[in-house]
C-alpha cells in the first residue's frame, strides 16, 4: 500500500521548494499558506517571530506555534499566525512541510506568499503538491486522482467514491489483478526457459481458465462500474424544454428549492441560459433552463431549439415539458420533432405540468402525439409529483446501468481514464485466451500478458507516461 505514512524517505525528493495559498479566494475566518521542499523550515523561520523565543534548531516536528510574520528586512509585522513544521517523511508530500494559518485576508495571504518566494521559494503549480506526494510514492495514482475528485465532488454519493478511492480501494483491486498475472507470466517464463516441458508445465484449458475467472472477470466487472461511476461523478445534463409558459421556470425553481447540489458557480455560464445543478438521488443533474433566453416574439423554432441547440447537443435528458391545461398544441409537436431531428439518442421525459388546475388531464394522449415517451405529471407550482419525476430521471439513466444494492460508498469505481486502461487491458488478455485456444508460443503470450500488465501499471501510476501525468494534476487547484 503506497499510503502508509511510516516509510522511508523518498528516493527522490525535489530540489524546489514550493509554495501556494491552500484556501480559497476571498475573505475568511482563516487562510492557509503551504510550503513544501527543503528550504521549508529555513524559509519559515527567516519569516516568523515566535511569541516566545525559539532557536532555530529548536522547532519541534508537528508543533503548533504562534507568533507573527514580519518583513524580514524591516520587521514590521505583516499578520499575527498560527504554524506549523512537519519534518518529512511523514508529510503530505514526503518533503518537509510548513503551513501558516493566517488572517482570511487575501491581501494577507498574497503579501506572505510573496515574502515566501523572495525567500527561496517559488509558486506551486496547480496539484504540484499532490504530485509530489505521488512522485514520492505516498499516494498511487489513482488515490491522487481521488484528492481531485473529494474536492470537486457535487453530492454525497461522488464524495463517498471519492473517500473509497482515496483510502486505496481501486489500487488494491488493480494490484490483485496484477498480482495473478505476474503468477501467469511466471508459469509462462518457466515454460519459455524449459521448452522441452513445456505440455507439462503449460496447461492451456486450464491457464484459460485462471484467466478468466482471475483477470478477464474482474476486468470487465470493473469497466461496467466505470459508467455507474460516471453518473455520479461527473453527473449529466439535462435541458428543460417547452412552449413558452408551460412552467420550465417554475420547474426548475422547485427542483433548485428542494436539492439544489452544492457547487461553486460555473465559470462561463452564458448570460442566455440558466444553469444549476440539481442533486437526483446522488446524481449532480446540470440543467439548463432555456426559458431564460425566450424573447415573447420568437416564433416556436426560436423559441429555445435555436440558441439552446449547443446544449441540447451535449445534453443527456430533456425534460420536455406540457401544459396540462391545454390540449397537445402543434407548437409541442414541432418543437418535439427538432428534438428528436437534433437526436434520436436522447433521453426525453415527458413533464406534464399543472395538473393542480387539470387534474383529469389524460398522460396518453399527449405521450400518443410525442413518440409514447415516458411521462411524468406534476404540478411545479404545488410541488406534486417531484419525487416521482426524480425516480423516473434516476432509472431513466441510472437504472439500466446500476446494479440492485450498488452502493457507491462501497463500490469501486475506475474513471474514464482508468476504464480506457482497463480497456486495452482486457483486449490484451484476450489476445493471451487466444493464444492458448492455438497453442502460440509462450514468448508471444509472455508479450500479451506484459502488455495487460502495462495497462494496468497506467492505471495506478507505475508506468503513466510524463504528459498523462501532467493532464491529471493540470486538473487540481493551486495550493493541493
Ligand atoms: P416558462 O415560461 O415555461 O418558464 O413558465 P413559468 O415557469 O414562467 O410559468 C408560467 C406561468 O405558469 C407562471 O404564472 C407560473 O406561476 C405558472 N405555473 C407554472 N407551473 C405551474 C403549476 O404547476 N400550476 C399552476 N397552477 N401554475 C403554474
Known amino acids: 500500500m503506497p499510503n ?21 479566494p476571498g475573505p475568511g475566518g482563516i487562510g492557509v499558506i503551504r510550503i513544501s521542499g527543503p528550504l521549508s523550515l529555513q524559509i519559515f523561520q527567516k519569516l516568523f517571530l515566535p511569541r516566545h523565543q525559539t532557536k532555530p534548531q529548536d522547532y519541534e516536528n508537528r ?12 520587521g514590521s509585522p505583516v499578520d499575527e499566525v498560527l504554524a506549523v513544521f512537519m519534518r518529512a517523511p511523514n508529510t503530505y508530500t514526503r518533503e518537509d512541510v510548513v503551513e501558516i494559518q493566517c488572517h482570511g485576508s487575501y491581501l494577507v495571504l498574497q503579501e506572505i506568499l510573496s515574502k515566501i518566494t523572495a525567500s527561496g521559494a517559488r509558486l506551486a503549480q496547480p496539484g504540484e503538491f499532490t504530485k509530489r506526494a505521488f512522485l514520492n510514492g505516498r ?33 488494491e483491486k488493480i494490484s490483485s489483478i496484477q498480482e495473478k498475472l505476474v503468477a501467469m507470466r511466471a508459469i509462462i517464463e518457466v515454460a ?30 470493473l469497466i461496467a462500474r466505470a459508467d455507474e461511476g460516471k453518473i455520479f461523478r461527473e453527473g449529466i445534463s439535462a435541458v428543460i424544454l417547452g412552449r413558452p409558459n408551460v412552467g420550465k421556470s417554475s420547474l426548475l425553481n ?27 438521488k446522488g446524481m449532480p443533474v446540470r440543467i439548463v ?25 451535449d445534453a443527456e435528458l430533456v425534460l420536455f415539458m406540457l401544459d396540462a391545461t391545454a390540449p397537445l398544441a402543434v407548437d409541442d409537436q414541432a418543437l418535439y420533432n427538432s428534438v428528436r431531428q437534433n437526436s434520436k439518442k436522447q433521453k426525453v421525459l415527458l413533464v406534464l405540468n399543472k395538473i393542480d388546475i387539470a387534474p383529469g388531464a389524460s398522460p396518453e394522449q399527449y405521450s400518443a402525439g410525442l413518440g409514447g415517451e415516458p ?21 431513466l439513466i441510472a437504472g439500466s446501468r446500476k446494479g440492485p444494492g450498488w452502493d457507491p460508498g462501497d463500490a469501486v469505481v475506475p474513471n474514464v ?54 493532464m491529471i494534476f493540470e486538473r487540481f487547484c493551486i495550493g493541493k
Open 4 to 24: 502508509s505514512s511510516d516509510q522511508t524517505p523518498p528516493a527522490s525528493s525535489a530540489e524546489e521548494t514550493i509554495a501556494a495559498i491552500a484556501t480559497p
Open 63 to 74: 508543533r503548533m506555534y504562534y507568533g507573527w510574520i514580519v518583513d524580514p528586512e524591516s
Open 139 to 171: 499516494l498511487d495514482l489513482t488515490q491522487a486522482e481521488a484528492v481531485v475528485e473529494l474536492i470537486e465532488a457535487k453530492t454525497d454519493e461522488a464524495r463517498s467514491m471519492a473517500v473509497g478511492q482515496l483510502q486505496g480501494r481501486l489500487y
Open 192 to 221: 519459455i526457459d524449459f521448452p522441452e516441458d513445456e505440455t507439462d508445465i503449460l496447461d492451456p484449458a486450464a491457464l484459460k481458465q485462471q484467466l478468466k475467472d482471475e483477470v478477464k472477470d474482474p476486468l470487465i466487472e
Open 254 to 280: 422547485t427542483l433548485l428549492e428542494e436539492d439544489r447540489a452544492l457547487v461553486t458557480p460555473v465559470p462561463g455560464t452564458t448570460r442566455d441560459t440558466i444553469e444549476e445543478f440539481v442533486n437526483i
Open 289 to 313: 433552463d432555456t426559458a431564460g433566453i425566450r424573447h415573447t416574439t420568437e416564433t416556436v423554432e426560436e423559441m429555445g431549439i435555436q440558441r439552446a441547440r449547443a446544449k441540447l447537443a
Open 375 to 395: 411521462l411524468v405529471s406534476i404540478s411545479a407550482k404545488e410541488h406534486t409529483g417531484i419525487s416521482e419525476l426524480k425516480d423516473t430521471v434516476f432509472s
Open 417 to 470: 481514464r482508468h476504464k480506457d486502461a482497463l480497456k486495452k487491458g482486457l483486449e490484451a488478455c484476450r489476445r493471451v485466451e487466444k493464444g492458448l485456444e492455438t497453442a502460440l508460443s509462450p514468448d508471444l503470450l509472455a508479450i500479451d500478458l506484459q502488455s495487460a500488465l502495462g495497462y494496468l501499471g497506467d492505471i495506478v501510476g507505475e508506468t503513466t507516461a510524463e504528459d498523462v501525468l501532467d
